[in-house]
């Protein structure tokens, strides 16, 4: 299978610790997104890589929230000293082009 | 006001029922534009973009645009019970690659 793919599949978490997901992208795509998702919304917009440079961060990427993509190859998003209000879908995107985003199976976190 | 507002349903429609489903968006600034059907528990799968006015057709499926009007539809032909799932739309602006979606339309065609 050559689609974006995300580790874990699900995760619960007690409040107050830190959470680490992982994002591979499709291999020949440069640019990798993080989304949110909470039930009855679509995604949101959390933060954007071209490689390995984060050129986009929304307002909702709270200074808990810290997003890397070494080597311009996967990616991880980590959420320290979690809330419950960090329940979510975590969902990982790849593109070469802004108009066809393609779409990982995501991460449920459940913060106890 | 949202920037992209998509009514939630429920939509129940009859299998082989064409179906619509639509957006409104507030931003002038939006380029491109995409719609998604996301299966229950499972990341969006992308069905149709587009980035002009007209019409976009792909075998069952045709997407519309109407900048004047900042309106988008997706239109379903034949609808199978296998259709069934939320669909969201999704928009960006030329020089940003920040997709901001709909809150997705649940539709269920019932056999």
């Known amino acids: 299978d050559t689609g974006v793919s995300q580790d874990p599949r699900h995760k619960i978490t007690k409040r107050g610790q830190n959470v680490t997901f992982r994002c591979d992208p499709i291999s020949e795509h440069n640019r990798l997104y993080w989304y949110r998702q909470t039930l009855g919304q679509g995604p949101e917009f959390l933060t954007y890589f071209q490689n390995e440079a984060q050129l986009e961060k929304s307002r909702l990427l709270s200074d808990r929230f810290s997003a890397e993509r070494p080597k311009g190859s996967f990616s991880t998003l980590e959420i320290q000293r979690t809330e419950q209000g960090d329940s979510a879908m975590y969902l990982c995107?790849?593109?070469?082009?802004?108009?066809?985003?393609?779409f990982g199976p995501g991460t449920r976190l459940t913060v106890l | 006001q949202k920037e992209v507002e998509q009514d939630p349903g429920p939509l129940s429609v009859p299998e082989g029922a064409i179906v619509s489903l639509n957006c409104t968006y507030s931003n002038s600034a939006f380029q491109y534009f995409m719609w998604y059907r996301q299966y229950s528990r499972k990341g969006p799968e992308l069905l149709m973009y587009t980035y002009s006015s007209g019409n976009k057709e792909d075998g069952r499926f045709t997407a519309q645009v109407d900048k004047s009007s900042k309106y988008i539809s997706l239109f379903i032909r034949d609808s199978q019970p296998s259709d069934s799932a939320t669909y969201l739309c999704a928009m960006s602006g030329a020089g940003s690659y920040q997709l901001t979606f709909g809150k997705g339309t649940k539709l269920s065609v019932i056999p």
């Open positions: 995107a790849s593109s070469l082009r802004p108009d066809t985003q393609y």
